[in-house]
Nanobody, 123 residues
Framework: QVQLVESGGGLVQPGGSLRLSCVAS????????MGWYRQAPGKQRELVAS???????NYADSLKGRVTISRDNSKNTVYLQMNSLKPEDTAVYYC?????????????????WGQGTQVSVSS
C-alpha cells in the first residue's frame, strides 16, 4: 500500500501565497515523477506542475512564474509554492506520484493519488 498525504491548503486572499506539501509513504520502491494537479468545480483535473526524480520540472503555461515545484527525495516529499494567487486558482489540489517497480527485466509503473487539499482564494 502506498499513501500520499497532502497538506498546506486553506483560504488565502488574492495576491497571497501558499505552500503545499505531499508526503508519500508505504511500500515504496522507487518514485519517478511527482506532480500537482488541480480540479475546480465543474472543470476537468489539470496539471499544475511536475518534477522528475532528477529535478526536471514542467509547468502549466497559465501558472508559469507563479508556482514553483520542488521535491526532497530523501523524504519522498513534493512541494508546491504558489504566489500571487488569484480567485481562479481556487480548486482542490491533488498530489500524484509515479512509482516504479522492477521485476527481473520488467519495469512496472503505477500512479498514485492523494485525497486532495482545498485551496480557496477569496477576499
Amino acid at each position: 500500500q502506498v499513501q500520499l498525504v497532502e497538506s498546506g491548503g486553506g483560504l488565502v486572499q488574492p495576491g497571497g501565497s501558499l505552500r503545499l506539501s505531499c508526503v508519500a509513504s508505504g511500500s515504496i520502491s522507487s518514485i519517478d515523477t511527482m506532480g500537482w494537479y488541480r480540479q475546480a468545480p465543474g472543470k476537468q483535473r489539470e496539471l499544475v506542475a511536475s518534477i522528475t526524480v532528477g529535478g526536471a520540472t514542467n509547468y502549466a503555461d497559465s501558472l508559469k512564474g507563479r508556482v514553483t515545484i520542488s521535491r526532497d527525495n530523501s523524504k519522498n516529499t513534493v512541494y508546491l509554492q504558489m504566489n500571487s494567487l488569484k480567485p481562479e486558482d481556487t480548486a482542490v489540489y491533488y498530489c500524484k506520484a509515479v512509482l516504479v517497480r522492477y521485476s527481473g527485466v520488467a519495469t512496472f509503473r503505477n500512479n498514485y493519488w492523494g485525497q486532495g487539499t482545498q485551496v480557496s482564494v477569496s477576499s
